[in-house]
């Protein structure tokens, strides 16, 4: 059975830093690209980055660009994401999801608190 | 960025009812379009891919279509299963973006 199972959530300071991780399990991660997506309370969902197979190109919507960055360990089917500078907006459940363009399998989310 | 616009935000229907939601976008997508289904505590789940492709183990009354920047997910014959929030989302350009969601409550 197909698994994504986030960690690292948690209570940060404006800005400080955290790192999300994302446990990959019953399918063959180094096949697929590998997205963060987040639900900020009371909106909706929004897309943040997304990385190739390799791990060797990256994608990011600006609301993160410069200060989140992805990766991913294809020899230990995890996923991860570094957050900095983190802003009271970037409050939200952070999900792991696969897939290109559109997302077929996800996790069910880490919440990150940003507050000091 | 592709603004995508959902209606209703909310809906109510009674068990075995059919029901529409409508998705906007604000640029040609072309059919790169898919539905989502959410709900509290859980994995997010892809319903619908390329406007109108059911994924695997998704109920048949489940059914996407479209084209272009109009586009619906319709549910025939609504479950109790089914009250969650629906989201759309287009895959034509970058940044990728979502829909702000429709939330469907079966009374």
């Known amino acids: 059975e197909v698994h994504l199972v986030e960690s690292g959530g948690g209570l940060a300071q404006p800005g400080g830093s955290l790192r999300l991780s994302c446990a990959a399990s019953?399918?063959?991660?180094?096949?697929?690209?590998m997205n963060w997506v987040r639900q900020t309370p009371g909106q909706g969902l929004e897309w943040l980055s997304n990385?190739?197979?390799?791990?060797?190109?990256?994608l990011y919507a600006d609301s993160v660009k410069g200060r989140f960055t992805i990766s991913r360990d294809n020899a230990k089917n995890s996923l991860f994401l570094h957050m900095n500078s983190l802003r009271a907006e970037d409050t939200a459940v952070y999900y792991c999801?696969?897939?290109?363009?559109?997302?077929?399998?996800w996790g069910q989310g880490t919440l990150v608190i940003v507050s000091s | 960025d592709i603004q995508m616009t959902q209606s209703p935000s909310t809906l109510s229907a009674s068990v075995g009812d059919r029901v529409t939601i409508t998705c906007r976008a604000s640029q040609n997508s072309r059919d790169w379009l898919a539905w989502y289904q959410v709900k509290p505590g859980k994995a997010p789940k892809l319903l619908i891919s390329k406007a109108s492709s059911l994924e695997g183990g998704v109920p048949s009354r489940f059914s996407g279509s479209g084209f272009g920047t109009e586009f619906t997910l319709s549910i025939s014959g609504l479950q109790p299963d089914d009250s969650a929030t629906y989201y759309c989302q287009q895959y034509n350009y970058y940044p990728w973006t979502f829909g702000q969601g429709t939330t469907v409550e079966v009374k």
């Open positions: 999801a696969s897939g290109t363009g559109y997302f077929q399998r």
């Open positions: 019953g399918f063959t991660f180094s096949d697929y690209e």
């Open positions: 990385i190739s197979i390799s791990g060797t190109t990256a």
